[in-house]
Each structure stands twice: as C-alpha cells, then as structure tokens.
C-alpha cells in the first residue's frame, strides 16, 4: 500500500461523537510512552500528523485520522502509567472498551509492545481481553532500534512463552522501529490484506 494522503478528522471522547461508520478502521493502543504516536507518522508518512510527546498519557480522546480517502487510523487513549486523576483516567477507559466492543466497522486492532520491558501484566491482560470478546487484534513490537538482535530476540519470545500459557496460538506481530521504518511496509500490506477480506465480508 502506498500513502498518497493522511488528514486528521476529529477527537471524539466517546464513540457516539465518532464519525459514521462508514469506512474500516484500524485502531491503534497501547501502554503510555508506547511509541504509538511515532509508530502512526512513520506509517503514514506525515512527521506531524499525530503529535509526540514526552509526557505520558497525552492522548485522552479517540482521534480518528483519514488515510487515502478511504480507511481511518484510529488513534486510542493508552493504558497503564499516565499522570491524572484515577476517575478521569477510568472514564477514558470505558470509552475506549466501548469503542473496542461496539464499532461495527473497527477491522482490526494494533496492540503496541515496548521490546525494552519485559511482559507487562498490563498488556498480558488486555490482549487476553481482547481474545476473550473475539476482536481481531495484532501484536507490533515497538523501538526495535533500541536492542540487539539477540536482546529483540529474547524480548519477543518472552512474550510468546507468557502468551502461550494461555492461547492455543499466537496473534499476528510486528517487529517495528519509527527511527528506521521497520514494519511500515509489512504493516501497511496487512492493512491492505484486512480492508479486502472486510469488502468481501471474510
């Protein structure tokens, strides 16, 4: 898939202010300081279209971006560490679990790993939610310019021993990294791969 245009749309801080859903989606999420903001401007090609920052827990709202005129990139609230107030922080996550469960035309989800931790509980129990509720979900290893080829090695398959506790099989991965464009090209064939099977109601 090549990205001839990426555009913002809108933040919606529930799904009923989301737009109509109309166009599949690819929704992005994972723990504060993931890379995830990196991660989207890499793939999309567009260095400012979603903004960085240092301090955890910036995006609050689900931010809806238009790629090629025809699919949105969704942009979710993190979980985990972020610092504000415990009931705030617990609204974003109904918003986001509604979103998840609710939105029809949600094609699949990018659950964001950070290579340099080992297994968060965290993220184990998210996917795990994920595989429970039957959303179609895949891993993206995040920061892999970060390690060595052995350190990258060991860190994925930590996460696959932990996963394999509990799954008869492992979902979909991605090893990335935003300073290089690792994955951009893989990611990107996969969302093109999930939009047909969704036309063609696979």
Known sequence: MIIHSAAFIKSSPTIKECPAPSKPEFGFIGRSNVGKSSLINM??????LAKTSVQPGKTRTINHFFVNDSWYL???PGYGYAKVPVKLREKWVR???EYILKRENL??????????HKP????LEFMEFLGLNKI????????SDKLTVTALENSVNQYNSEMLKNWE???????????KANGRDEILSYIEESMNNFSNGI
């Open 43 to 48: 793939l999309t090609g567009w260095s400012k």
């Open 74 to 76: 969704v942009d979710l």
């Open 95 to 97: 918003a986001t679990e």
């Open 107 to 116: 094609v699949s989800l990018f659950v964001l790993l950070d290579t340099r």
């Open 120 to 123: 968060q509980r965290s993220d």
């Open 136 to 143: 179609a979900f895949a891993r993206v290893f995040t920061k």
């Open 169 to 179: 099989s492992l979902p979909v991965s991605f090893i990335t990294s935003a300073v």
